[in-house]
Every structure is written in structure tokens, then in C-alpha cells.
């Protein structure tokens, strides 16, 4: 028996991969939590014998540390790979057999020097699928700017090899090889990801802008590197981890499952260097919150803006969450590498209510409120917290932006003496941003929780384009 299972995780739009053959498994770029590889191991009654990770990832810590501890199984880099624990580093075309298949290394420089690609042959040496980690995307290449800066390389000279490693080592095969990459769509890891996550070689050869038959080294240059924003603060730090090792995932988790009493939670979150973290529904956190506390919900992109916000890794954290639902919390947490959770408010926040203590509010209207004070009101002043692409693609005309992925940095931007509205495409987003600029000192201001499209279809006067309150 052999399987291909592909586990995808959409918070972070990322995939790992479970194969078993007669008997033997592989892992290819686990997730942080171990416990899902483990328990289809143990079902399918199988041994993990190679974990394979097809580049350092920048955008979540991997479990292939901890994975291997657990299992004894090899962890495989490609060339050039340097890790301060145990490795294999194949050698480019090097053969793994698993059961009866085979998994032959297909080094794949360019998103960074170590990137490996995986090929899967059948028991006949017949090409199944390839594994292209952020190689190759479905619709999309990786970015070549996020490999860690320790030698004088460019990203063009980046571009340029994967240019080189798309043609010379994975257009070469067949066209039905099914391609699994190791992201899709929302991860901030290429440009212009589907929201497919599997094709085969041949479509993406007719649908993949990267792939064009007739494209020179130049161009792909020129369009692989084109229009590139800033990654996230915490992309090289999760780099770094991949690359050193980190705190078993059990100790994390045991230590952010903590139960904290009403006093215990109050005792630190009067310390300077907590952080409390309010992870419910964005509806529930504005109409009441613990004084101080940043929210960032866990039904929405939640990894990912925790590592774009929190500017440091290693900052203490408690929670405040939906009853039930703490474990995932600090699970998620660990993930992006914020290891440092150190509780949560046991009860959530209605004990915090039962007991009587202070709380804060965010005032917040809808999309109809906003509309009506929008049409009686001239000089209203609107900021959009939406990502560059979306402003640019569409925003009311008299809005100013101020992107949430950079607000730290923009800080200073805000006119306190100006009463704004603030939107997103959701009203998750900008919430987060009310609850930032809040607890800074900020509070002049007004959350609009309203999805764009509403907006859009009021026929507010919209722009393509307009100055950016920051660039």
C-alpha cells in the first residue's frame, strides 16, 4: 500500500506531506505540533524513517526537530544546508527508498541555496509527483528574497538560479507529474499564489507566468522581483529557529496551558513586559476587553499577524480566550515561534467581568452607520488599514492609508487631534489596528466592522489610486 496525503493548514496556507510504502514513512515539511505525523503513523501501522524539509522556512517554525527526537527518524536538507543539530544533506539526485517507492533529491537553488525539491518514483522509477516546497507554486515561484543574508548575494542572483533550477530540473519532467507545493494562496511567501493547492507539471506549464516557454533569464528577473513588499519582522527570526533548533514543542505548550486566576492574570498583566493577548471573535472583543490588550482572533489569519505585530519573539504573552479553545491558542502561537506564552485567563473573559474588574470598549459601527454619517458629514476623515495591493486595486476616494502590517513603524503618523473611521475588507483587521492603537494611547477614533463590498456597492466615490497617509 502507498499513500500521498497532504495536510493543509489555512491559517498559514501551508502544506505538509505524509507518504507510506510497505510499511515506511516520510514527512516532508511538518508543521510544529507533532502529534497529527505520530497518529497516522500509528494507524497506518507504519515507521516515519526520513523527515525531508525542502528549504529553511521563514514563515512557521518546522516540527522536524522534535518529529525526529520522537522517532529516530533522518531529518534531509539539500545541499549547502548548515543546522547546529543532526542533518543528511543530499546530494543533488541522491535516492531515499521508502517501501517500495523512491525519493530522489532534485536541488532547486534560487528562494534560497539550500531549496530541495522532492521527486516521488514509483515502483517502476516511473516520476509520480514532486514536492516543491516554495520552489514552485501553483500559478507562482517563490520570492528569492528571504533567504538569510550571510554572504554577499543578491536577490537578482537568487532569481537568476531559480530561473535556472525551474528549467534545467523541474520543466524536464513529464507533464502529468503532480506538482504539491508547499504553499497556496494567502501566504506571504510568493505574489500571485491559486488558491489551488495541487496541479499537475504540464497545466502549470500553460498557466504559470513564471513557466513561459519563450521567457529569457532577464524577464523572469525582471517579473520574479517586480513589486516585492517588505516580508514580515518575523519571517528571518522563524529562519533562524529552523536553522538552530528550538524548545521542544511539549515544554511549550505545557507551559502556555497554564490556567490563571483573575489575580494571577492581573499580577502580570500589570508587568511592563507582558503582552495580553485577546484571541475571541472580533463582534465579542469590542464590546468589552481586559484594559491594555491587543486583539489578534483566532478566526482569522491569526499566525501570521502575531508575527507581523509582535515585533518580539521572545515577549511574554497571556490570553484571553474562548473557553475551550486555549490549547489552540498556544498551539498556534508556536507555530510562528512565539513560544513565550506564559497562561491564560482561566474562564475567559467572563471572569473577568464576574469579577468586577475594569474593562475597556471599542466604539464600532456597521456598514449602514458608517454610510449614513459618511452622507451627513463633510471632512470625514478614513483610514484604511488594508494591505497596499487592495488599496491600490480599490478605496473610497477621500481615505488615507495606513496599512496594519506597518503600523508600528508609522506610529507617528497618527493625528490624535482627528477623529477617524476605520476600516478594512472585514472588520477583523481593523480592529486589531483599534485595539493597537489603543493600548498605545490613541483612542480617538471609531471602528468601522463592515465588509468592503458593502461599501463598494453604495457607490461611495472610489479611486485606484490616491496619497497614502504613509507610503
Known amino acids: 500500500m502507498r499513500e500521498i496525503e497532504q495536510i493543509y493548514t489555512s491559517c498559514l496556507a501551508q502544506g505538509a506531506y505524509f507518504i507510506e510504502s510497505n510499511g515506511e514513512a516520510a514527512v516532508i515539511d511538518p508543521l510544529r505540533e507533532t502529534e497529527p505525523y505520530l497518529r497516522r503513523a500509528e494507524e497506518l501501522g507504519v515507521k516515519i524513517k526520513y523527515i525531508f524539509e525542502t528549504h529553511f522556512h521563514a514563515d512557521f517554525v518546522s516540527g522536524h526537530v522534535d518529529l525526529a527526537q520522537k522517532t529516530g527518524a533522518t531529518i534531509v536538507y539539500g545541499p549547502k544546508a548548515e543546522t547546529n543539530y543532526d542533518i543528511h544533506n543530499a546530494e543533488d539526485g541522491e535516492e531515499f527508498k521508502i517501501g517500495d517507492i523512491v525519493i530522489r533529491a532534485l536541488h532547486t537553488p534560487g528562494h534560497t541555496p539550500e531549496s530541495t525539491c522532492y521527486l516521488l518514483l514509483d515502483g517502476e522509477k516511473k516520476e509520480k509527483a514532486v514536492f516543491t516546497g516554495d520552489t514552485l507554486f501553483i500559478g507562482d515561484v517563490g520570492r528569492p528574497d528571504l533567504a538569510q543574508k550571510s554572504n554577499k548575494l543578491t536577490v537578482e542572483d537568487l532569481a537568476g538560479w531559480m530561473y535556472d533550477s525551474l528549467r534545467n530540473k523541474l520543466m524536464v519532467l513529464p507533464d502529468e507529474t503532480i506538482v504539491y507545493p508547499a504553499h497556496g494562496q494567502g501566504s506571504a511567501c510568493g505574489k500571485n499564489m491559486s488558491s489551488e493547492t495541487w496541479s499537475t507539471l504540464g497545466e502549470q506549464k500553460e498557466s504559470n507566468y513564471a513557466l513561459r516557454a519563450d521567457m529569457t533569464k532577464d524577464e523572469f528577473i525582471a517579473e520574479v522581483t517586480d513589486g516585492l513588499q517588505a516580508p514580515p519582522q518575523y519571517f528571518p527570526k522563524n529562519a533562524k529557529l529552523n536553522k538552530i533548533g528550538y524548545d521542544s514543542f511539549d515544554a511549550v505548550m505545557e507551559r502556555g496551558s497554564k490556567a490563571l486566576s483573575v489575580k494571577e492574570f492581573k499580577v502580570l498583566a500589570d508587568q511592563d513586559d507582558v503582552l495580553i493577548l485577546d484571541v475571541r471573535d472580533k463582534v465579542e472583543f469590542v464590546k468589552g476587553f481586559v484594559p491594555n490588550a491587543w486583539f489578534i482572533g483566532l478566526d482569522g489569519s491569526f499566525a501570521p499577524w502575531v508575527g507581523t505585530l509582535i515585533s518580539d519573539i521572545m515577549q511574554k504573552i497571556i490570553l484571553v480566550c474562548p473557553v475551550g479553545r486555549e490549547e489552540e491558542a498556544v498551539k498556534r502561537l508556536a507555530r510562528v515561534g512565539y513560544d513565550n506564552c506564559v497562561g491564560y485567563l482561566d474562564g475567559g473573559f467572563k471572569s473577568w467581568q464576574e469579577a468586577d474588574e475594569k474593562v475597556q470598549a471599542i466604539e464600532t459601527i456597521d456598514a449602514q ?39 508600528h513603524d508609522n506610529m507617528a503618523e497618527f493625528n490624535s487631534d482627528k477623529s477617524y473611521y476605520i476600516h478594512c475588507r472585514s472588520g477583523y483587521r481593523s480592529t486589531v489596528a483599534a485595539s493597537v492603537l489603543m493600548q498605545k494611547g490613541y483612542f480617538n477614533f471609531v471602528n468601522v466592522q463592515a465588509a468592503f463590498d458593502d461599501l463598494v456597492s453604495a457607490d461611495l466615490e472610489m479611486a485606484g489610486s490616491c496619497p497614502s497617509l504613509v507610503q
Open 369 to 407: 452607520e458608517f454610510l449614513k454619517i459618511y452622507e451627513d458629514k463633510t471632512g470625514v476623515d478614513i483610514l484604511d488599514v488594508r494591505k497596499p495591493g487592495e488599496w491600490d486595486t480599490k478605496h473610497i476616494s477621500s481615505a488615507q492609508h495606513f496599512a496594519l502590517d506597518f503600523i
